[in-house]
Every structure is written in structure tokens, then in C-alpha cells.
């Protein structure tokens, strides 16, 4: 396979900005008919690589060749041009459009009275169609249906321009385990028809499962173009990292259960906990120091319940008692005075302030409890931001910075520091890992344990079912927006335990003292 | 980099990189506009600059200090159409709340009732007003272009309603020194309303960045939900900025008014909430909301007097006042797109990689 | 109090036409006896003290007559408004229209509409333009072209020798303002030299910034003379000369008449108020009598108006309901 021309050859990329080399002399080679992963940790210069193959950043130095021929991207209309498709980290539609509009935007078909909407929708249909969406509605509009399928529409929207390279910035961040393997179909068909595929992503197993050929960078510098087969894990980890595979313990794997002792007042606890058309009623009680880890499918109703715990939705039954009294959580400032806090899985939409300053950002939860009137004084501000930044190792380490220009998993730190300037006694993280390179999601994972070793319960929302397994104390299985299970992690659980628990829910589980 | 051809005269890097943070910034091209402006008035009127002590007034009179007492309104309605706009809001309303305090405080003033007490009845008012909005925009969610363009026309209405359609004069009336004077009074030789609204966009400005009310209400126009989501009440602060709205564009009626004490309820504030959104489009605040600079707007707000006093100075024929007013505004705002700051930094980039290729291929 | 609280009541009125719901009229088509004649008035509405004293007296007037007038004024100027009352009360099939109108040109379809419908009109104080007198049965109003006349010979009688000044006018392109312009400049001496001419918009307030600055910009060439064309802009431009310290050594004379100028004028503020006499509801009620009994009326019917100086004001200023 590997015998033909590479139809991209990007030599020796130099990319600066003011003060930075973003790139420094890095190769890369697409062949056609193959899945080419690139590799590297947040920061590695993949997204500066990407933005430099379609167009969005002009390169300072080397060069760019597509079908031999040599390149010079001006803008992102060029590189479409020259047949790269791409579908961003973020998905990036107009969900006020609908399906099929979206898929055709800028491809409309014209007819004599301007766009013919109806063989406009009708080709969409095709182009879904050959990706197995031919179900989806091409007039519903796209905010009717989940992220996941919005992604596979952008899928479909960056083929409908015939592309001979289709770059896939993080697809699967936020698919489940279905949905994955549909898009790997989806990706081996496209492969097969000859179009090479660049492809990035932190999970290794999916880089396994995937990908013919890697590319590895590390802090903007070419490392090495290896085959994916012939690379083991741990290698293709060191050479990302620069360290050896040994150095990255194992986190969580030697963490002693936590007990609940009889009798213990829980920190906090619902009873028959829901709301209509969002999640049944639930009952879980969280103790101080606890890590409670919510597991369940895409859409089972870990998301909801989180929101309901920190009062962004509403509950319309229940009780919720903090300490042992009757709490109203109805508002986000309501559970952050009653110290909750809650890490959205939605970080762009409802995490970031993405004009406000890394500080500000830190700042904004702990000065909305204070009342807009009593600013944080500037000393303790600057503490608390140096403290959190420093702790959680936030890059670049400027507090200044927008909170915007900053990677994906820094982000996350930034938001973590937010909610935990806020001293919360309960913590609840939906998703704190997601969509974060390895180093940032091993730093996460460990704070989380640390966290909870100091006394703070955490409400862990994942669905890597491996990763809550690993921290979590007690975990709550939900499916179909039920609680069907609760288990206690005395460490003979594994990931295995938990889909056999969601696969066989008609029958209800539970091997701790706490029913559903 | 060895290449002769490319190396320029070195400036001191840290001169340089001053000029480059001045060029990029967008005051520095509001303080450019401003003394163009000037300069070509002074063209013109070679006394424009000239001041002289009027003892009649008690103040410094000259073509400036008239333009300085113009601006007082212009700054009142800019500062709060800026939170607003922070926001992602909008406040068309903010002329129309001028007439109902001029129209309320000249009506009350001309059938006796005590000076102070109109003035504070005038003030409330414009409170209630920015209330309403403020309560539409907030509560029931209604958009806030829509919602006050209604009060727009609905206070021009009720302004009438108050005069019973009358121009409302106050001129005569005793008693109304004190309003008089805010207007047309002197401090220090400098207009008293010109110092009130310094010191009331002062305030405003120690109010939002001494508290942690600007940053909430930049957050909330940034992202609103993730706003809620830790823990901001945006509804109170989208409450807020509307109130504010409302108060000042009441004082800067106050000072349209009481400058001749006479209310003109069709005339009075008639446009001004243009001019305010393009003084805080000048200042560099965006109407999508977000960071806002009260100094810009404040700046933006003496660039729009200066542009009348221009057009009064330079005897522009009145058909053609609109046009040369909307040319002015467009040449500020294409000097301070970034891609046009950007433009020097760009030919030079160009030019050494022409430089380069050439020569490579010597 | 309890008066303007009516008025307040009619301009609510006003304003709930702005917002679309056309309220009025509707309930006029229906008199199949000939008890009332209805005739619909399209209006300016609230504009200033000459507008309010005029609509107040031609409502009164045709009342007094034994006319059911509608009365449907605009907002802000909007001829747009004026039209479609215009149109409405021609569907209504009202016996007769008079016209107030905003603007002078814009007017031909509509008032083709009405002669086709047989319904005459009356023009009120503004004519149209271009001035097809086959379209309207009459027009009644005081002269602007007189008024700018009257203010020429004025400063021409007060400085034989020839004086500096300027003219304060109104929006551009308004026929007002072009009629007091070419009446002024017809009459005003060549040794009377206008420095400069400049809008402001018939506002106190804006006439008063734009003197100021007129002031500044002409120290040097003894202003002597400032002709406001209209009451407005002249208390504006007073307050400016005062501010300046040439009270009484600059004349200022304006167009209108009503009552806070003819006060301004026996204070010394102003120096000659020529009067834009509003008071013709009575005239024009008979007019479209007449009209109505198919007698012949003129076609233009000039309103009396009179030139003010302080001692004249003096005389009327305790009557003047305006």
C-alpha cells in the first residue's frame, strides 16, 4: 500500500508567531488509500500542523506539495481547492441550519431561480447516504440531533467537495463506543476509495484500531513517521513524551478503597432526585472523601443528573440535603454557596469564558459567591491564581493569557481551578478528560485522587469506563436516564462489570447495601 | 538571514515594540482622529484653538469649550450604551429617555415645583424607564433591539404626553438657576457639565473595575451560559446595565435640556442613540458584546461633538451634514480594523520575502 | 391641568397609530343621513407651538361648525403616515379632506385618488409642489415667502448703511425653509452681507450650539443680525448671543410668534417676531362649507399675519392662548 507517491508532502514547515516557533522543520507524508495518524501531546504542534495543511496559517518556511504539484496556501479556499477536507476538533456548523444545508453550504445546486433547495437536499441525502446517515431527516434542523451525529454530518459535509485528503481533528471526542465504531467504518470505506486520511485523536486503542501510518511530534519538531503496526504502545508513548512508558505509574492503580463508615453523615444526599423528560428519580448519598463515579452510555442520563445535583436544571421532585439539612439547590449560585461545584462536559458552551483572561476565568465563580460588590481583593486573587495555576500546571503559565488561545486540556485545568478556588466540598466533573492529550488527562486523574484524599467528594461523570473504574470508590450505573445500579469498587470491578451490569439492566443489580 | 538586502537599520528593540503597542492600540487612533479633527478646524478658524475669560459666565469661553459642553450628553448616553453593549445588548432607547427627563423636569419646573425636586423626578424616571427595559430584556427574555426600540418610540410619546405636546419653556421660570447652571455654568473656568460627566464616568468606571461588575457584566456578554454556570445571576446584571442606561441617558437630558431650559419634544435626544453606539464603536467596544473600554467610549464621545463643532466650523452645507459625519465615523473605524493596523507590519513581512527570494535566486 | 390631560389622551391616541393599530376612522362611513358632514384632517401632530395652537383651533372650528372631524396627525414628520390617513379617509369616503401636510411634494397620486372619489380637498398652511391647482379645491395659509419679507425689510430699515449676520434655518429641503429663504433674499439689501447660512434643524437647543459657534467663528466681523426662521431656533440663538455678552447689540428676528418668543421679545431677547398666524380654523371651516354647497371658494386664501415688536407683544402677549 505504502509503495505509491504520497499524494501530501509538507517538508521541513517552519511556523512562527510573535516570540514562538510553533513548528520547527516538520515533515509529513499522506498516501493515498492510507490512515495516517499524527501524533504528539497538547502543544506538539498538531493543530498548527493542520491549520498549516488547510490553509488557515501561512507557513514561514518549507514547503507544501499536493499531487507533486507545489503548493502555496493563502487561505482556506486554496487548500479546498486542492481537495483537503477537514472537520475541526470543535464541531463547527450552524445548528440554526438544517442537515442538509449544512452538508451543502457553499455547494448549493443553482437552478434558474437561484438555489434549487429540493436537488440541494436530495444530493445531501446521497452524500449521507454513502456514509450509512441515510436515517437522518436533511430538512431537520442540526441541533436536533446529538453531537455525536453532528459530527458525522460534518463528516459528510467535508466529502461532499470530492476531497482527496479528508483531515479528521479529534472526530471522536465526543462519540461513544457505537458511535466510534460507525465513524471507523465510515473511515475504512472512505480510505478504501482511495482517499488518504489524516487522522488525530488521544485515544491510543482508536489510533490502534485505525490508522496504517503515525507521525510524531513533540514540542513543534519532527520525531519520527513509523508504521502503526510495527510501533508498540509504550514506544509510540515515549516518543510523544520524551520519557520513558515505565515513568507514567499507573494512577489510581495502587488507591486503597475508601470505606463508608456506619452511620457516617453523607456530605450530600438525594432522594428520588429527577426531572421530567431529563432523568428518573435517583437516590445517592455522597460521603466526605469519596469518589463517586457515574457510568452509563451517551445519553443514559450522567449529564442530567450532574446538572441536577449543581441546580443548572431544575429538579421538580426530590430531596436534597446537604449535611443532613434540606438544601434548595435550584441555581448554579445556590449550589456554589452551598459549596457544589460542577465542571460542564460542555466546556466551549457553558465552561469558558473565552474573551476573559485565564485569571478572570479563575477568578469568576469565587467573585460571583462574593457578590458582585466585594471584589476579591487583589492580593488573595493573585495567590489564588498562582496557587491553581502552578498546582495544576496550567501552560502557558500566564494569567493574562485569553482563556481561549489556550490547548483543550489546559482549558480544562483552568476550569478545574475555577471550581476548586471555590473550596467546593462536593465536586462534580463531567468529562474532565475528554478530548485532553495524555499528559493533561494524567495530571486530571491524579488531581482528582489527591482531591479526594484531602476529604473532597468528587462526583466523577466519564465514559471511559476505564478511568472510572480506576478512581472511583462507588460507582452509579445509569442507563435510560435510570439509576439500574450501584456498585462498590473493592477492586475486583472492571470495566467488563459494568457493560455486562448495562447489558443485562432488566434485571437489577446491585452487590452494595444501596438499591436503586 | 545573512542576506545583506534584508537587514534594515536596527531600531532599539524596546522603542520599537513601544511604538508597535501604541500603533495596535485602539485609543491611539481615537487621540489621532480627535486632533485631526481639531487641526483641520484650526485650518479653517485660525481661532478655533483661542480661549478667553468671559466674565458674564464666569468660565472660558472659545469654540472648544462650547464643543466640551456639547459632549457632557454625548459621554452620559455613551457610558451606559457601553455596558449595555457589553452585554450584547442594545439601548435605542437612551434618546428617547432624554426627553421624557427634559419633558418632566421642565414641565414641573414651569408649574412651580421645587428645582431639586425636578431634578430628581427627572432622574427616577429615566431609572424607571431603564427598569422596564432593563425587566424585558432580563426577565421575559425579550430582545433587547426590539424591546427598546418600542421604548424608543414609546418615550417620545410619552414625553409629549407629559408637555400635552407643548415645547415646554423654563426659561423664565425662578428657581431653576441651579439646573440652569449644570448646563451652562462654569468650574475652574470649565464647564460644570463637561466636569459632572467626567466625574460620573469616573465613578462609573471605578464602580466596574474597583468591584468585579465589569468583568461580570464582560462575562455575561461573552458567554452567558457559562456565565450561570458559575454561579453569575446574569439576568441581575442584564437588569443592571439597562438601569444604568436609563439613569444617565436621563441626566444627559437634564443637560440638553436645561442648556437653553426649554424641551423640544420632538427634537430634544432625536438621533442621539446613533451617536452613541458609534461612540462606543469608536472606543473600540464590539457590538457583539464582551470587553468594553469605558475610556474609548468616553473618547468616542468627545470625537462625535468635535464632528458637529467640525461641521458647524468648517460651515458644511446642512444637506450635506449627514454625509460628511457618516465619512468621518468610516475613516476612524477603517484606521482602527486590525487588519489595517496590521497593514505595515504585513508590507514589511512581504518585502523581506521578496527580498529573500530574489536573493535566492541570484 | 385637566385640559392637557385630554390632549395627553389624544396623543396617546398618536402614538398607538404609530405601533400599527390604526384605530381611527373607521366608524365615520356609516352616516347615510346627511346630519354631519364628516371630513377627516390629516395632521401634523405635535411639532411645536405653532402646530398645537393651529390643529388645536382647526379641531375647535370645524366642531364649532358642525363638522365631524377626525383628526389624524403623523409622527415625527413621517409623510409615509400622512399618506396613508390620506388614503384611508378617501376609501372611507368621507365628504371632505383637509391637508395638513409634512412635506409639499409626494403628493399627486393621492390626491388624484380623492378628486376621482369627488371628495374635495383643502390644503392647510403648506402648498404642494409642483402646485396643480386641478388637484385641490383650496388652499389656505399664511405666507412664507411674506414672513421672509418682512424679516429682510426689517434689518434693512434697521441698518441703512449694511450690517453683518447670519441665518439660522430649518431641515434642508423642507418648502418652509425655502419659502422664508427666497422671501428673505428677495428683500434683503446687497449692503446687508449673510456670512453664513446653517441648519439647525428647527431645534433651540442645536440653534443654540450652532450660534455659539457661528459667534466664535465670526468674532471679528461685528455681527449685527441673526435671522432664525423660526421661533425655536431664535430663543436658541438668544440664549447664545447672551451667553457671549452682545445681548442687545445683535438683532435677532424670527418667524412664528408664539407666546415664549413674544416674551423673549418684550424682555429684549428677540427684536422682531413676525407672526406665522396659526388662527384659521375658522376660515377653513367655512371654506370647505362652502365648498360643500357647492359654492365657489379661492383658490388660495392668504392668512393675515402680523410683524411684532416688543411694544405689540406687550399688547397681545396675556391673551395669546399659544
Known amino acids: 500500500m505504502s509503495e505509491n507517491q504520497p499524494i501530501v508532502e509538507m517538508q521541513g514547515i517552519t511556523i512562527e508567531f510573535p516570540g514562538v516557533k510553533a513548528l520547527d522543520g516538520v515533515n509529513l507524508r499522506l498516501f493515498p488509500g492510507e490512515i495516517h495518524a499524527l501524533m504528539g501531546e497538547n502543544g506538539a504542534g498538531k493543530s498548527t500542523m493542520i491549520k498549516a495543511l488547510t490553509g488557515v496559517y501561512k507557513i514561514n518556511g518549507g514547503s507544501i506539495s499536493v499531487d507533486s504539484k507545489p503548493q502555496t496556501f493563502t487561505g482556506t479556499a486554496d487548500a479546498q481547492n486542492a481537495g483537503i477536507a477537514t472537520v475541526y476538533q470543535e464541531v463547527n456548523l450552524c445548528t440554526n441550519l438544517s442537515i442538509g444545508e449544512n452538508v451543502m453550504l457553499g455547494h448549493e445546486l443553482h437552478g434558474p431561480l437561484g438555489i434549487n433547495w429540493k436537488k440541494t437536499h436530495a444530493q445531501a441525502k446521497r452524500h449521507l447516504a454513502t456514509l450509512g446517515l441515510q436515517h437522518l431527516d436533511s430538512h431537520a434542523s442540526l441541533s436536533s440531533i446529538s453531537i455525536a451525529m453532528q459530527q458525522l454530518v460534518a463528516i459528510a459535509r467535508a466529502m461532499v467537495i470530492d476531497a482527496k485528503v479528508l483531515i479528521l481533528d479529534e472526530p471522536t471526542s465526543s462519540l461513544d463506543a457505537n458511535e466510534v465504531e460507525h465513524l471507523f467504518s465510515i473511515m475504512r470505506q472512505v480510505r478504501d476509495s482511495g482517499v488518504a486520511i489524516l487522522f488525530v485523536s488521544h485515544f491510543l486503542d482508536q489510533i490502534y484500531e485505525v490508522t496504517d501510518r503515525l507521525t510524531v511530534l513533540r514540542n513543534g519538531t519532527y520525531i519520527a513517521e513509523v508504521m502503526t503496526k510495527e510501533t508498540p504502545r509504550d514506544e509510540l508513548i515515549s516518543m510523544m513524551i520524551g520519557k520513558s512508558a515505565g515513568e507514567l505509574s499507573q494512577i489510581g492503580a495502587k488507591k486503597s478503597s475508601r470505606t463508608v463508615e456506619s452511620g457516617e453523615q453523607p456530605v450530600a444526599s438525594v432522594e428520588g432526585l429527577g426531572k421530567k423528560g431529563s432523568i428518573k428519580p435517583i437516590s445517592v448519598d455522597i460521603f466526605k472523601g469519596q469518589v463517586l463515579g457515574l457510568a452509563g452510555l451517551l445519553g443514559s442520563g450522567r449529564t442530567e443528573f450532574g446538572r441536577l445535583l449543581f441546580g443548572a436544571d431544575k429538579a421538580d421532585e426530590g430531596v436534597y440535603k446537604l449535611h443532613g439539612s434540606d438544601a434548595n439547590i435550584d441555581t448554579p449560585a445556590s449550589a456554589l454557596r452551598g459549596k457544589v461545584a460542577?465542571?460542564?462536559?460542555?466546556?466551549?458552551?457553558?465552561?469558558?469564558?473565552?474573551?476573559?483572561?485565564?485569571?478572570?476565568?479563575?477568578?469568576?465563580?469565587?467573585q460571583a459567591i462574593r457578590g458582585m460588590f466585594r471584589p476579591v481583593p487583589k492580593k488573595e486573587a493573585d495567590a489564588i491564581v498562582d496557587k491553581y495555576m502552578k498546582e495544576l500546571n496550567v501552560r502557558p503559565a500566564d494569567p493574562n493569557k485569553l482563556i481561549r488561545n489556550l490547548s483543550g486540556g489546559n482549558q480544562q485545568k483552568v476550569l478545574l481551578a475555577r471550581w476548586l478556588a471555590t473550596k467546593p466540598e462536593l465536586l462534580i466533573l463531567d468529562e474532565p478528560t475528554r478530548g485532553i492529550d495524555i499528559g493533561a488527562k494524567a495530571e486530571i486523574q491524579q488531581t482528582v485522587l489527591e482531591l479526594a484524599e484531602q476529604g473532597m467528594s468528587v462526583v466523577f461523570i466519564s465514559s471511559e469506563l476505564e478511568e472510572v473504574v480506576r478512581l472511583s470508590d462507588d460507582i452509579v450505573v445509569l442507563k435510560d436516564r435510570r439509576k439500574i445500579a450501584e456498585i462498590l469498587n473493592?477492586?475486583?470491578?472492571?470495566?467488563?462489570?459494568?457493560?455486562?451490569?448495562?447489558?443485562?439492566?432488566?434485571?437489577e443489580t446491585t452487590n452494595s447495601g444501596k438499591a436503586a | 538571514m545573512t542576506n545583506p538586502t534584508v537587514k534594515r537599520v536596527a531600531e532599539p528593540s524596546a522603542v520599537r515594540s513601544f511604538i508597535q503597542r501604541i500603533m495596535r492600540n485602539q485609543l491611539t487612533w481615537s487621540v489621532v482622529a480627535l486632533i485631526a479633527l481639531i487641526v483641520l478646524c484650526t485650518i479653517f478658524d485660525r481661532q478655533f484653538l483661542s480661549l478667553s475669560y468671559n466674565p458674564r459666565t464666569g468660565g472660558l469661553s472659545g469654540p472648544m469649550i462650547t464643543m466640551l459642553q456639547e459632549s457632557a450628553r454625548y459621554l452620559m448616553i455613551a457610558t451606559g450604551m457601553t455596558l449595555v453593549v457589553s452585554t450584547s445588548g442594545i439601548d435605542l432607547s437612551v434618546g428617547s429617555v432624554m426627553v421624557v427627563a427634559g419633558a418632566i423636569s421642565m414641565q414641573l419646573l414651569s408649574t412651580g415645583t421645587n428645582v431639586w425636586l425636578s431634578i430628581l423626578v427627572a432622574l427616577g424616571l429615566g431609572l424607571v424607564l431603564g427598569a422596564i427595559n432593563g425587566a424585558l430584556v432580563s426577565l421575559l427574555g425579550l430582545q433587547p433591539f426590539i424591546t427598546t426600540l418600542i421604548m424608543m418610540l414609546a418615550g417620545r410619546g410619552l414625553a409629549k404626553v407629559i408637555?400635552?405636546?407643548?415645547?415646554?419653556?423654563?426659561?423664565?421660570?425662578?428657581?431653576?438657576?441651579?439646573?440652569?447652571?449644570?448646563?451652562?455654568?462654569f468650574v475652574l473656568g470649565l464647564p460644570a457639565n463637561?466636569?459632572?460627566?467626567?466625574?460620573?464616568?469616573?465613578?462609573?468606571?471605578?464602580?466596574?473595575?474597583?468591584?468585579?461588575m465589569g468583568m461580570m457584566i464582560e462575562s455575561v456578554g461573552i458567554n452567558k451560559e457559562a456565565s450561570r454556570m458559575a454561579g453569575i445571576n446574569p439576568k441581575k446584571i442584564l437588569f443592571l446595565v439597562y438601569v444604568v442606561s436609563g439613569l444617565l441617558a436621563a441626566v444627559a437630558g437634564l443637560f440638553a435640556t436645561a442648556s437653553v431650559m426649554r424641551v423640544d419634544v420632538s427634537k430634544t435626544g432625536q438621533d442621539l442613540e446613533m451617536y452613541a453606539i458609534l461612540a462606543v464603536v469608536i472606543g473600540g467596544t464590539s457590538l457583539l458584546g464582551g470587553k468594553f473600554s469605558l475610556l474609548g467610549s468616553a473618547l468616542g464621545a468627545i470625537i462625535i461633538a468635535m464632528i458637529r463643532k467640525t461641521i458647524i466650523t468648517l460651515g458644511i452645507d446642512s444637506a450635506a451634514t449627514p454625509a460628511f459625519f457618516a465619512v468621518v465615523v468610516i475613516i476612524i473605524c477603517v484606521m482602527q480594523a486590525p487588519k489595517i493596523r496590521n497593514l505595515s507590519a504585513e508590507f514589511k513581512r512581504k518585502n523581506a520575502i521578496k527580498a529573500s527570494q530574489k536573493a535566492a535566486i541570484a | 391641568m385637566k385640559i392637557s390631560w385630554k390632549k395627553g389622551i389624544a396623543l396617546v391616541a398618536a402614538s398607538a397609530t404609530l405601533f400599527g393599530m390604526a384605530a381611527c376612522g373607521s366608524s365615520s362611513s356609516s352616516d347615510g343621513d346627511d346630519a354631519k358632514k364628516t371630513v377627516g384632517f390629516v395632521a401634523v401632530g405635535p411639532e411645536g407651538g405653532f402646530r398645537t395652537a393651529n390643529e388645536n383651533d382647526v379641531q375647535d372650528a370645524f366642531k364649532t361648525a358642525g363638522f365631524d372631524l377626525i383628526y389624524s396627525p403623523t409622527q415625527n414628520s413621517d409623510q409615509q403616515k400622512q399618506i396613508q390617513a390620506f388614503n384611508k379617509f378617501v376609501n372611507d369616503e368621507v365628504d371632505a379632506i383637509v391637508l395638513s401636510a409634512t412635506e409639499a411634494t409626494g403628493w399627486e397620486d393621492s390626491l388624484k385618488k380623492a378628486k376621482e372619489a369627488e371628495i374635495p380637498v383643502v390644503l392647510l398652511d403648506r402648498g404642494i409642489e409642483p402646485n396643480d391647482t386641478d388637484l385641490y379645491a383650496a388652499h389656505i395659509g399664511p405666507s412664507n415667502t411674506w414672513a421672509g419679507e418682512q424679516a429682510a425689510e426689517f434689518v434693512n430699515e434697521q441698518f441703512p448703511d449694511g450690517a453683518n449676520g447670519f441665518v439660522l434655518e430649518g431641515p434642508a429641503g423642507l418648502s418652509v425653509v425655502n419659502d422664508r429663504r427666497s422671501g428673505w433674499e428677495s428683500k434683503l439689501d446687497s449692503k446687508q452681507k449673510v456670512l453664513e447660512s446653517q441648519s439647525a434643524n428647527w431645534s433651540t437647543d442645536e440653534a443654540k450650539t450652532v450660534t455659539a459657534g457661528l459667534l466664535d467663528k465670526h468674532k471679528s466681523q461685528n455681527v449685527q443680525f441673526i435671522f432664525a426662521q423660526n421661533d425655536e431656533m431664535g430663543l436658541g440663538a438668544a440664549q447664545a448671543v447672551d451667553a457671549a455678552g452682545l445681548k442687545g447689540k445683535v438683532k435677532i428676528i424670527t418667524i412664528d410668534g408664539t407666546k415664549p418668543a413674544l416674551q423673549a421679545l418684550i424682555d429684549g431677547d428677540l427684536s422682531l417676531v413676525i407672526e406665522y398666524n396659526p388662527i384659521f380654523g375658522e376660515v377653513a371651516a367655512q371654506t370647505v362649507s362652502d365648498i360643500l354647497d357647492g359654492k365657489t371658494v379661492d383658490k388660495d386664501i392668504v392668512v393675515e399675519s402680523k410683524v411684532f415688536t416688543a411694544e405689540e407683544a406687550a399688547k397681545v402677549i396675556d391673551s395669546r392662548p399659544y
Open chain 2, 194 to 212: 463637561f466636569i459632572i460627566a467626567v466625574i460620573i464616568v469616573a465613578l462609573v468606571g471605578l464602580l466596574a473595575r474597583k468591584t468585579a
Open chain 1, 490 to 507: 473493592d477492586g475486583t470491578i472492571s470495566p467488563e462489570t459494568i457493560v455486562q451490569t448495562i447489558a443485562n439492566s432488566d434485571v
Open chain 2, 163 to 185: 408637555t400635552s405636546g407643548q415645547n415646554t419653556d423654563a426659561s423664565t421660570v425662578a428657581g431653576g438657576e441651579p439646573l440652569k447652571w449644570i448646563a451652562n455654568g
Open chain 1, 342 to 366: 460542577y465542571s460542564t462536559e460542555n466546556r466551549r458552551d457553558e465552561g469558558i469564558v473565552g474573551d476573559l483572561t485565564v485569571r478572570e476565568n479563575i477568578l469568576l465563580a469565587l
